[in-house]
């Protein structure tokens, strides 16, 4: 693994951590019950599995998870030092690929 490489997945994981405080911490808590009860994946295991963590979200809050999804994704863009500009068709996923991508992976 490059130090590139973990640099944006413990950016990811922060970022993962942070944007479900909106929630509040028994609200984070429970998505990440559900990751490893549902899924069999912690938190860490985020960044290898964000298909997987986008399913727990969306299996739990419907269409709301996207607002969660959102501010994950600001915040990702944040700590990577990238610009955030809203695209009319990105998802959770696509908006993480193009974030690799920036940043060298």
């Known amino acids: 693994m490059n130090r590139e490489k973990s640099l944006v997945e413990r950016a990811l994981i922060e970022a993962v ?12 808590e429970v998505v990440y019950f559900r990751l490893r009860f549902s899924y069999a994946i912690g938190k860490e295991d985020v960044p290898s599995h964000p298909e997987i963590f986008d399913e727990c979200l969306r299996s739990i809050f419907g269409s709301g998870a996207k607002a969660i999804e959102k501010a994950i994704i600001k915040n990702l863009y944040k700590k990577l030092g990238l610009k955030f500009v809203e695209k009319e068709n990105f998802d959770f996923l696509e908006y993480l690929n193009y974030a690799k991508r920036q940043s060298g992976n």
């Open 17 to 28: 951590d942070e944007g479900l405080l909106m929630l509040g911490e028994s609200g984070r």
